[in-house]
């Protein structure tokens, strides 16, 4: 099909020519190219209409309506009459300015929505009809209107509590979880101030949970670029309830435009949390005391104090003292990843020499690498000052070692190096053991954590030393860094500020 316009008795120009042209003047042939071409080019579809039908179409109105020239004009606009709005249009002062949409219907009989502008024709009883295809459009308002659906849903279905807000800080939305939690509807909820929602009741007694930041003061803190997560109390119908809190703003260009608020529920968390506080206080006054009871026992009789045993016997009771000692180990890794979690382990930190404790770990661990067959070394020790607690870091170094040696076949070498740079110190402990799968480089400082299901059983060790290990050296202001290669061994690296270009120590009050 060419861009040429599509008439019935020529270019519509030809029923009325010019003012002050003769009638029955055909226009000038280059004014005849020129409005063809024009009319080629109009991405609307121009029809010229009268009441005997459709005379006049244009590529555009063509793709929509197909060949209809010479069809009845309730053939391509089925709903509506030549003799009415918006077609009946008379004199030029009539011209329709406003849209409206209409029913047309295209070649194969598909009838669409569609949108016209209807100005007087070129001749006596006809319309110019400007139109617009709006199958498009309604194709796109309805996939719009299936992601909105869409998103209600996610938003009603997730288990995480929804609050949305607009940029006054009244709340738009709240989903079901989030109403649930706060038992109140979502009546009750939209177009409230965030500030009242879980708000602390006047009369709430002076034992009752502490009023603490509100779901505003979060939201205030993540728009001036501050903690976008914390820990509130809600107080659902007089009840209170710990949350914790995510908010992310809504931004649109530059401007912040609302807020969305996740709010998850984490009462029973804190319940489960309190009730691990209270085992690890169990275990602290109630298992210790008769372990070390146990452990006295044993050492008075395999020393030989109460006088010598057989061999059977002796060796039993070695057995049993060596138990002992390792039910006490764990013990008191369980209770140190408590106080590390609960940010209770003291800490004492003081100038230490990170070279020192260097040779020291070597120095202690020498004999059990020996007996494991493993060579233990000490690579480098440059002198490197740090603020620290030398007697936590040197447990950290120990577990490290011990985990080297624990992991290398026997014949294997670890090595143990101190090294300085500009602003950092960095104790390293590197074995040539078997290495880490790359997807468990952060797993292996989870408590229990083992990377070998078959370690539980061929290794002794509560699986807690790396977690320890982590919670110390970022207690004390550091790192821990990990790397390995399957087959070719790991590096277990403490990297820890120096002493001269540290700004200020770490807070150990906690």
Not at 236 to 258: I, K
Not at 404 to 431: I, N, Q, Y
Not at 460 to 476: D, H, N, P, Q
Not at 487 to 492: A, C, K, M, T
Request: contains cysteine.
């Amino acid at each position: 099909m060419t861009a040429d316009t599509r008439s019935g008795d020529g270019v519509a120009a030809a029923d009325g020519g010019a003012e002050g042209a003769a009638a029955g003047d055909p226009p000038p042939p280059e004014t005849e190219r020129s409005l063809r071409d024009l009319l080629a080019a109009l991405p609307l579809g121009v029809l010229v209409v009268g009441a005997d039908g459709v005379r006049t179409v244009n590529d555009a109105a063509e793709r929509a309506f197909g060949p209809r020239v010479g069809e009845p004009f309730a053939g391509v606009f089925p709903r509506s009459s030549p003799g009415a709005p918006p077609f009946a249009v008379r004199r030029a002062d009539e011209s329709g300015s406003e849209p409206v949409e209409v029913a047309g219907r295209a070649a194969d009989g598909t009838v669409f929505p569609v949108e016209v502008i209807v100005s007087p024709g070129p001749g006596p009883g006809t319309a110019l009809v400007l139109a617009r295809d709006l199958r498009g459009a309604a194709r796109a308002e309805a996939e719009l209107r299936r992601q909105r659906s869409l998103t209600a849903l996610l938003l009603e279905s997730t288990t995480d509590g929804f609050l949305g807000t607009d940029r006054e800080g009244r709340v738009l939305f709240a989903n079901t979880a989030v109403r649930r939690l706060l038992r109140q509807r979502a009546a009750d909820l939209v177009g409230r101030p965030l500030a009242e929602v879980g708000r602390r009741p006047a009369d709430a007694g002076d034992g009752a949970a502490p009023e603490g930041p509100s779901l505003a003061d979060v939201a205030a803190r993540a728009a001036a670029g501050g903690g976008a997560s914390s820990r509130v109390v809600l107080w659902c119908r007089g009840t209170p309830r710990s949350a914790q809190v995510t908010v992310a703003p809504v931004v649109a260009g530059e401007e912040t435009v609302g807020s969305v608020l996740t709010v998850r529920d984490v009462t029973e968390e804190e319940r489960v949390e309190e009730l691990k506080r209270q085992f690890t206080a169990v275990v602290s006054h109630e298992l210790r005391t008769p372990l070390t009871a146990i452990k006295a026992s044993l050492r008075l009789v395999t020393s030989g104090v109460l006088g010598p045993l057989p061999e059977e016997p002796a060796r039993l009771l070695r057995i049993a003292d060596e138990n002992a000692d390792r039910l006490a180990a764990l013990v008191n890794d369980i209770l140190d990843v408590e106080r590390l979690d609960a940010g209770t382990v003291p800490l004492e930190p003081e100038p230490t020499d990170l070279a020192d404790l260097a040779r020291a770990g070597v120095e202690q661990l020498g004999s059990a690498a020996d007996a494991a067959g493993v060579e233990l070394v000490l690579a480098a020790a440059e002198p490197a000052v740090v603020h620290a607690d030398p007697h936590r870091i040197a447990q950290a170094l120990t577990n490290l070692v011990g985990n080297a040696v624990k992991f290398s076949a026997a014949g294997g070498r670890v090595e143990v190096s101190c090294t300085r740079g500009a602003h950092e110190a960095r104790l390293a402990v590197r074995d040539e053991g078997r290495g880490i799968p790359h997807d468990q480089l952060e797993a292996v400082f989870d408590r229990f954590r083992q990377v070998y299901a078959s370690d539980a059983q061929r290794q002794s060790g509560s699986g807690l030393g790396l977690a320890i290990t982590k919670g110390i050296v970022e207690r004390s202001g550091g790192r821990v860094e990990l790397r390995s290669r399957l087959n070719e061994g790991s590096e277990f690296t403490i990297v820890l500020p120096l002493a001269d270009t540290r700004e200020e120590a770490p807070d150990t009050t906690r």
